[in-house]
T-cell receptor
Framework: DAGVIQSPRHEVTEMGQEVTLRCKPISGHNSLFWYRQTMMRGLELLIYFNNNVPIDDSGMPEDRFSAKMPNASFSTLKIQPSEPRDSAVYFC????????????FGPGTRLTVL | DAKTTQPTSMDCAEGRAANLPCNHSTISGNEYVYWYRQIHSQGPQYIIHGLKNNETNEMASLIITEDRKSSTLILPHATLRDTAVYYCIVSPGANAGNMLTFGGGTRLMVKP
């Protein structure tokens, strides 16, 4: 298995532009998580889905952020409009926790908003 | 989730055992202790987890005190590739619906 796939790996955009981050979870996994990591705030959970349904989005910073999971093999995190403070590494993780809560993380997308 | 307390950083000599402590004095009876690590520029990686018994796998050993208020992750023979940030997390139950709350972790530096 290729693991969790994220695209793009790097994104540089200008303030005010729309940014879409993409994630393909591991096949067969039923939970998907979006995290954001910055030096100041560390690794924060933004939202997670179970069986394609958003369960907890309390970590989404504001209405500019939205996430969707249209099917079991694809999810997007969208920022519109983007701001410089959104610059961070965004990780997607998936899990199939029948016995243990082991999350498999993707390589991350490094977002820079100028 | 219960909070955890870890030292900010630790050093270990290559080939020696690395013992990483974690305090979780407010842990509840149904909460597990999880350990993840994050090597520079990569996503976090699961290491091991336990409820109350000591656990061992190919990566590490986890020692949980009898009162469950603290635990120690042991890397028996640390290598340079074990240099990473190690996160101790308590999570209520081992199912996909439970979130992991990452704290600051311990930055382990393995030195030659």
């Amino acid at each position: 298995d290729a693991g969790v796939i994220q695209s793009p790996r790097h994104e540089v955009t200008e303030m005010g532009q729309e940014v879409t981050l993409r994630c393909k979870p591991i096949s067969g996994h039923n939970s998907l998580f979006w995290y954001r990591q910055t030096m100041m705030r560390g690794l924060e959970l933004l939202i997670y889905f179970n069986n394609n349904v958003p369960i907890d989005d309390s970590g989404m910073p504001e209405d500019r952020f939205s996430a969707k999971m249209p099917n079991a093999s694809f999810s997007t995190l969208k920022i519109q409009p983007s701001e410089p403070r959104d610059s961070a590494v965004y990780f997607c993780a998936s899990s199939l926790a029948l016995v243990k809560n082991e999350q498999f993380f993707g390589p991350g997308t490094r977002l820079t908003v100028l | 989730d219960a909070k955890t307390t870890q030292p900010t950083s630790m050093d270990c000599a290559e080939g020696r055992a690395a013992n990483l402590p974690c305090n979780h004095s407010t842990i509840s009876g149904n909460e597990y202790v999880y350990w993840y690590r994050q090597i520079h520029s990569q996503g976090p990686q699961y290491i091991i987890h336990g409820l109350k018994n000591n656990e061992t796998n190919e990566m590490a050993s986890l020692i949980i005190t009898e009162d469950r208020k603290s635990s120690t992750l042991i890397l028996p023979h640390a290598t340079l590739r074990d240099t990473a940030v190690y996160y101790c997390i308590v999570s209520p139950g081992a199912n996909a619906g439970n979130m992991l709350t990452f704290g600051g972790g311990t930055r382990l530096m393995v030195k030659p």
